[in-house]
């Protein structure tokens, strides 16, 4: 089994002394530099233009000192990037790229930009990654409650010889090596990324969607079409986290459960699909696709939340919402 760091593997030393910039103050942004603040981490934020950005008047409110991009960058000695990634090459040309210095380390959340080349660091820094796996509010939760979330790091460019070193320094400030985090490639860590978002988020929901759609079609009532759509994934998840799949089926699920699970679960799943959807990633199909979609600004996803939104499905969801809260 690979190597999975916890805390007592890491040595916060590397960071001492330095300034860890953090570029973006969203989902991630927010709660990697709260954290990394109560790890002892000297953490700045580096923001867009305050008029058009209000990620400048959350880190302030938050009590961080809040500098244009381009200073956050000189004054950094690591400089993290938390920008969501369609945004990340333009900002990065724009007010990153021309103010790296020699020895300093550049960090992401994610290594789309750097695997498909849309940004590309000069020789003569670190590259790393740390990635927490999960939202940053969830990222934030976790560290206060003592407890944090499962990530991984990686090193592109390892100048100094401590690149790994400090991608991990970066993961106990977050709080990821009190759970674990491992160690892997920039192209697994964004291709593993995009295919779990394909197959795993995307074939979660469509599933919902579907199972939805063909109940009520057959005439179930609505309500309890999105109890069985939704509701019942929460205790599903929950339980094979805690015991496992094999213990799930044989000693909490019903023994008609089981027999449903083993008997018709497969035929669900299109593994065909599934691996042409994973080959298609790996040939940069799938980043080529999103690319060109952000640059042309959006329009299948608008058209798509349009429809989505106006759905059978979301209208209920929103009464059973208000009916029932969470
Ligand atoms: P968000 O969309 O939540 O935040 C993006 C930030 O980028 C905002 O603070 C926004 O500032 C800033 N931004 C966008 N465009 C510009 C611009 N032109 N100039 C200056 N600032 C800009 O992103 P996430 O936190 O979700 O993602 C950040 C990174 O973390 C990504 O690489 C992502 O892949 C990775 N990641 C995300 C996870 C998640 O679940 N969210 C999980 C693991 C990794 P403002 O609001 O002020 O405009």
């Not at 593997?9 to 990394?36: F, H, W």
């Amino acid at each position: 089994f690979e190597k999975i760091y916890r805390d007592e593997d890491v040595d916060m030393q590397i960071l001492n002394g330095k300034v860890v910039a953090v570029i973006g103050y969203g989902s991630q942004g927010r709660a990697q530099s709260m954290n990394m603040r109560e790890s002892g981490v000297q953490v700045i934020v580096g923001a867009g233009d305050r008029k058009r950005h209000s990620s400048w008047d959350k880190a302030t409110a938050d009590g961080f000192e809040v500098y244009t991009i381009e200073e956050a960058v000189k004054k950094a000695d690591i400089v993290h990037i938390l920008l969501q990634d369609p945004a990340q090459p333009p900002v990065y040309y724009e007010s990153i790229h021309q103010h790296l210095r020699a020895g300093q380390t550049l960090s992401f959340a994610h290594g789309f930009a750097v695997l498909y080349g849309t940004i590309r660091p000069p020789e003569d820094i670190d590259v790393v990654l740390f990635v927490p796996n999960g939202p940053g509010p969830v990222t934030r939760q976790k560290y206060k409650d003592g407890s944090g979330i499962w990530g991984c790091v990686s090193v592109d460019q390892d100048v100094s010889g401590n690149a790994l070193e400090t991608a991990l320094a970066i993961a106990k400030a977050v709080g990821s090596t009190r759970v674990g985090a491992v160690a892997m490639t920039f192209q697994h860590e964004t291709e593993g990324d995009n295919y779990e978002e394909q197959v795993l988020y995307g074939g979660t929901i469509h599933l919902m969607r579907t199972m939805y759609n063909i109940m009520v079609k057959n005439g179930y009532p609505r309500s309890f079409a999105y109890a069985k759509a939704i509701r019942s994934i929460r205790s599903i998840i929950d339980d094979i986290d805690e015991v496992g799949i094999e213990t799930y089926l044989t000693s909490r699920a019903s023994r008609t459960c089981e027999f449903a699970v083993r008997h018709s679960g497969p035929r669900v799943i299109n593994e065909e699909e599934m691996e042409k959807i994973f080959k298609e990633t790996e040939a940069g199909i799938f980043a080529r696709n999103w690319l060109q979609e952000f640059s042309l600004g959006m329009p299948t996803l608008n058209r798509m939340r349009r429809t989505w939104t106006e759905s059978d499905m979301e209208q209920t969801g929103k009464i059973w919402r208000e009916k029932f809260g969470k």
